[in-house]
């Protein structure tokens, strides 16, 4: 049974004899859970539990981590406390975890960042002495803080799904540090696949993926090109991926679970100054504190580059492409008591995008608008740029007792995209010019509860229902045309048309967590989807199964199933508003415009994870998706808002192989992943398509345009208490392009670098910390689009090469 709140207190003011009484219960755990990795429980889990009840704040704040700070894999039994066991960097574990897995471990200040705790051999419990050794008193409140830290991860786990862990020193180690984007740093692992516009793929699927902070769902925001998660905010990150248990509906391609930094966590605050190549300057600051029964943790930051969106051309700087770029997040937690406590999160972010030309594009049309002798219209001159915000705010309530954990979060969401036009430019390159504001917003309530039912059961039971509201406001100039599509009149055409929908997502689950035998751990549970809105109604019942099997102390085998119901995003355009550019350049070639439908699969997955020595771990998964009415992404127009359509049928599957080696302070890894897609007929929104593809379509199984068949990255590393080393690798197969996603785009290969080196002993501060990266080390130029393939209107090249210097001073 797990400690309760009042045990974690009286047991901090216990002497010797208490701690002794402490460590001999804890050596029964593995009889009444023995599926959890024993030799781990006993250099992990034998000190997780001592540091909680006699640690100092650095050992609560160190939440997930090992000595090192890597990310951490959670064991298959719920009924008793766990740590997750040792995936390095990028590497997946069957997250059959327990809802108490992530019991802090002391970053001890004489252990190098670099060392490792390794997950396969017993630690003896003198460093849990030696870490008792360093707390000071007076710091109840941040223990009680850390069990219930844990007990919310009882209450949605990833049980049997594939989980990939990044944390703290992972994310140093990748180019830019805390700077970079939060979808570079998800580029490191295995599944994850690049596209243009900060996008990513995961498991050969576009979109469909779910956030969450601290355990409550983000609502989906627009499909834009700004990231408002800012990698300054992360103590820890996993990515839930393969078959899902039942607590995770909607977008189940992969669920991106971010735990944030908090006051205790955060230890000093920072000042940081990054910039470098192609004009990049980005300062940020970082505060947090805690204080009696209060925490707190705010960041800010401004970026302004000349590279907000991927160049069109391969030359090394983008014509037009200046952004900047704010934000801001904020977490403030109250302890109501030893068991509960009630936390706000929110965010704002404002991004201002140029979008950036292709010089010498022919003059397609003549218009009354633009004198003859007019030399400004030239392509490398449009001006059309593009907003995107996004505002958030979570409020949380957790309980936490002895044998059931509760936690219920009502939140909103605000988010606008706002496309400027060029008006005469854009009529004479293109024969439309468009002013588009779209937006949405959110409301929603999520609560999750599990329960300690029995000693070999957890139930785990909730809810999540959410309204959003959508709408597109438009006005556009477009030139009359005959039948042929040609130019009639160079005069053009305004023509304002005002739309909105709405849409409900409303889901409700159970599951239970049963450990059949000591090794041998089923999940099973069954959730109901219903998605109503302006343009469709459906629902779906849909099981979910996990078997989780320690064959021995150093192998794992998973393998389950799961159906998903996968709703669009509520972007339907209607007939009425087709209708309104009939006759014009803006008129698609038919009008043909079902609505867009929910995607309903079987998804399968099995995998193994063995650790072979106490330093090199080796994992292998497989997966497969049989689905009815695919959902997919595309751009149409030059405007960056993806919209949603979807083919009749759709398949996926592909494996996954991660690799890594970790000893004293040297680091290495190696993912690899393959994928292959098939989907036919498209057989929603097919006016977005011209009537050829549409046909081929119907007739023929393609290859999806988001499919990168062969993906890789690895990384060497090495760090210590002073310095910091890196080399990165990321390899793409290549995109699919060409007509019906025929033809593919060329392979490449990028190498990073980075040094940093930590200055202790420093006036007016804590540490002060110089870095340099370098990107695209060999200046490699490759295409990520040219434009074409099934929904793809853009062309976009890679970054170039570029040096970045960072100055960090901790105060």
């Known amino acids: ?44 889990v034998l000190a997780g539990p001592c540091l909680l009840c006699l640690a100092a704040t650095e050992a609560l704040a160190a939440e997930g981590k090992t000595q090192d700070g890597s990310a951490l894999t959670s064991a298959a039994s719920q009924d008793t406390q766990r740590v997750k066991t040792g995936p390095r960097r990028g590497i997946p574990h069957p997250a059959t975890a327990t809802p108490h897995s992530s019991v802090p471990v002391k970053t001890a200040a004489s252990t190098p ?18 870490t008792v050794a360093q707390t000071p008193p007076g710091r109840e409140d941040i223990t009680v803080t850390a069990h219930l830290d844990q007990a919310r991860g009882r209450i949605a786990p990833g049980l049997g799904a594939v989980s990939y862990g990044i944390d703290q020193r992972q994310i140093q180690v990748t180019p830019g540090g805390e700077n970079a984007a939060f979808s570079q740093i998800l580029l490191r692992l295995p599944g994850v696949v690049m596209d243009s516009y900060g996008e990513i793929h995961v498991r050969g699927e576009h979109g469909g993926l779910t956030y969450r902070v601290n ?14 998660l800012d990698s300054r905010i992360i103590q820890s990150v996993d990515l839930l991926t393969g078959t899902l248990p ?36 980005i300062p940020s600051l970082q505060l947090g504190g805690s204080k009696d029964r209060w925490d707190y ?64 594009l022919p003059v397609l049309y003549q218009s009354s608008t633009i004198a003859p002798d007019d030399q400004s219209i030239q392509s490398r001159l449009l001006d059309n ?42 009529l004479a390159f293109s024969g439309i010019s468009q002013h588009e504001v779209n937006d949405f917003t959110t409301g929603g309530l999520q609560v999750d509860t599990s329960y300690d039912i029995a000693p ?66 089923f999940n099973h549970g069954l959730r109901y989807d219903r998605f109503a809105s302006s343009f469709h109604s459906e629902g779906q019942l849909s099981p979910r199964a996990n078997m989780v099997w320690k064959t021995t102390n150093a192998t794992t085998i998973h393998f389950g199933y799961s159906r998903y119901f996968a709703p669009p995003s509520p972007q339907y355009i209607s007939d009425a508003t087709l209708a309104k550019f009939a006759g014009t350049t803006n008129a698609p070639q038919t ?22 020595t106490r330093d090199y771990q080796i994992t292998l998964d497989a997966y497969g998706k049989w689905a009815r009415d695919q959902g997919d992404l595309g751009q149409f127009g030059r405007a960056v808002i993806l919209a949603p359509f979807s083919y009749r049928r759709g398949r996926v599957y592909g494996a996954e192989i991660g690799n890594s080696w970790r000893h004293g302070g040297w680091s290495i890894y190696g993912n690899f992943s393959f994928v292959k897609t098939w989907a036919k007929d498209i057989n929603s929104a097919q006016y977005q398509f011209e009537v050829a593809e549409l046909d081929y379509i119907r007739r023929h199984g393609i290859q999806l345009d988001h499919q990168g068949e062969f993906t890789s990255s690895a990384g060497v590393s090495y760090s210590n208490k002073h310095d910091m080393a890196y080399l990165d690798f990321l390899y793409g197969y290549g995109l699919r392009s060409g007509f019906a996603n025929l033809e593919k785009q060329p392979s490449y290969a990028i190498f990073n670098i980075g040094y940093a080196h930590t200055f202790t002993h420093v006036p007016m501060g804590h540490s002060l910390k110089l870095r340099a990266d370098v990107v695209n080390l060999f200046d490699h130029r490759y295409q990520i689009r040219d434009g074409s393939g099934v929904g793809v209107t853009q062309a976009q090249y890679g970054q170039r090469r570029g040096t970045f210097f960072s100055v960090v001073s901790s105060f």
């Open 215 to 228: 355990g409550v769902l983000l609502p989906e925001g627009l499909n834009g090109f700004g990231q408002e």
């Open 1 to 44: 049974m797990p400690l309760s709140a009042s045990q974690y207190s009286n047991c901090y003011s216990r002497k010797l004899e208490g701690f002794l009484e402490t460590y001999a219960y804890l050596r029964a755990i593995p009889r009444r859970a023995p599926d959890f990795l024993g030799l781990v429980l006993k250099r992990s």
């Open 297 to 360: 943790f705010v960041t800010a930051s401004y970026n302004r580059n000349d590279i907000g969106i991927e160049n069109p051309t391969n030359s090394f700087r983008a014509t037009h492409d200046f952004t900047q770029q704010e934000k801001g997040f904020g977490y403030v937690a109250y302890q109501l008591d030893d068991e509960s406590r009630i936390s706000l999160l929110t965010s704002a972010s404002y991004s201002d995008f140029e979008l950036p030309n292709t010089t010498g």
């Open 591 to 612: 009008m043909l415009n079902t609505p867009t439908r929910v995607e309903k699969s079987h998804y399968v997955d099995v995998g193994i994870l063995h650790h072979v």
């Open 246 to 281: 039942a607590q995770f509906g909607f977008r189940t391609s992969g669920v991106v679970d971010v735990k944030t930094k908090t006051g205790d966590s955060l230890k000093n605050n920072q000042v940081s100054l990054y910039g470098g190549s192609y004009n990049t300057f």
């Open 456 to 521: 070999h059961h957890v139930l785990r039971f909730g809810l999540l229902g959410q309204y959003t509201a959508e709408r597109l406001d438009t006005n556009t100039l477009a030139f009359p045309v005959d039948e042929a599509g040609e130019q009639i009149s160079t005069t053009p055409r305004r023509i304002i048309d005002n739309s909105g929908n709405w849409a409900v997502e409303a889901g409700a689950y159970v599951q239970d967590e049963f450990h059949i035998t000591p090794r041998l751990t």
């Open 385 to 426: 740029g593009q907003t995107e915000q996004n505002y958030y705010a979570v409020l949380s309530y957790q309980r936490s007792t002895d044998r059931m954990n509760l936690q219920i979060s009502p939140y909103f969401r605000y988010g606008r995209i706002d496309y400027r036009n060029d008006p005469n430019r854009d």
């Open 113 to 130: 960042s670099g060392s490792s705790q390794k997950s396969t051999a017993p630690r003896p419990s003198t460093a849990g002495k030696k």
